[in-house]
């Protein structure tokens, strides 16, 4: 059974500068945001995306929407090929393809009810309905009492905001959702009310998730497979238990030891990486990480590494990685 979704050499590119300048100073008016990253989801399961900011994990998310264009590779979704999908295409398929953005608050109206807005989705896709029953029942899904169907987003809390969020996204029973930073600006036990409201929604409507974000407490908590960004790369992808069990590359090793450990007692050693993530417009040679790795050596520096597979559908690109090739 192929894949609800399939990513196949996504690259996609921003403009760096304009073209007298580019012509002055002989350097390349584009820059790789994303740069030929390859992935698939399928039904009923969650991937989640990884990485610091910057290195390309909303980009993919805008593009996968139909927000910003690819400019190389090609996008799949329950079979179609999607990659050049026209702006009328893109309006069906956001009846199955569906975004919770990361400002739960901000991506609200503040002119429209949460009646309204949960509704939205429906009036803009001309379904015929009773709004009001409609309203009612997708805030009872998301665990909201039929009053708040009246109230202003500027009446509600950060968790009730996401839980608005969730109730627009599954509007339209769509097939994938993709969530960038789900759990942003929420406290802990918010962020886990979240969580749970995701992983009950996908087990009783079956739908795929692409998680992104750079939390890996929540990485963790509701994703399948996880792909680790860098750079506008994938340096490591794999079931997301065995990647936090046995991570094999030096980037992944150093963001799992910065995770914050809720067990008091539990002995930690944390991997600091000196200086930060290098400019795309400025790629260094060879792996990309050398700059900040602390196990690289001269090879490191001329090479780029292959894609390595390891086992149980675990990959890696290194030289040198920590569970041995």
């Not at 690259?11 to 990253?37: K, N, S």
């Not at 590494?305 to 086992?311: D, F, S, V, W």
Request: charged share 25%; aromatic share 4%.
């Amino acid at each position: 059974m192929s894949a609800l979704l399939e990513v196949e050499d996504l690259v996609i590119r921003y403009p760096a500068m304009g073209r007298m300048r580019a012509a002055l100073t002989r350097q390349p008016r584009e820059f790789d945001a994303v740069a030929g990253v390859s992935f698939a989801i399928e039904a009923g399961q969650t991937l989640g995306l990884v990485g610091e900011s910057g290195s390309g994990k909303s980009t993919v998310a805008r593009t996968l929407m139909g927000l910003k264009r690819a400019d190389a590779g090609r996008i799949r979704f329950d079979g179609r090929d999607i990659t050049d999908a026209s702006a009328a295409d893109y309006t069906r398929l956001r009846r199955e393809i569906a975004m919770m953005w990361q400002d739960p608050t901000g991506s609200l109206s503040p002119r429209l009810t949460v009646g309204s807005l949960v509704t939205e989705p429906l009036r803009i896709h001309g379904k015929q309905a009773d709004m009001n029953a409609e309203a009612k029942r997708l805030l009872e899904m998301v665990g909201l009492p039929e009053h708040f169907a009246g109230r202003f987003p500027h009446q509600l809390s950060g968790g009730q905001a996401r839980r608005v969020g969730v109730a627009r996204a599954l509007a339209l029973d769509p097939r994938l959702i993709i969530a960038d930073e789900p759990t942003a600006g929420l406290d802990m036990s918010v962020q886990a009310e979240v969580l749970n409201l995701l992983a009950e929604m996908q087990g009783r409507l079956g739908i795929a998730i692409l998680v992104i974000t750079h939390n890996l407490n929540v990485v963790r908590h509701i994703t399948d497979r996880m792909a680790i960004m860098y750079l506008g790369r994938f340096v490591e992808v794999g079931p997301t238990e065995r990647i936090f069990r046995a991570p094999c590359h030096p980037y992944t090793e150093a963001l799992l030891s910065a995770n914050p450990e809720p067990d008091p007692d539990a002995a930690r050693t944390r991997i600091t990486l000196p200086g930060e993530m290098p400019s795309p417009r400025n790629r260094p040679a060879g792996c990309e990480f050398h700059t900040r790795c602390p196990r690289a050596k001269t090879l490191c520096k001329q090479n780029a590494p292959r894609c390595e597979a390891h086992t149980g559908g675990h990959e890696f690109t290194c030289h040198f990685p920590i569970c041995g090739k």
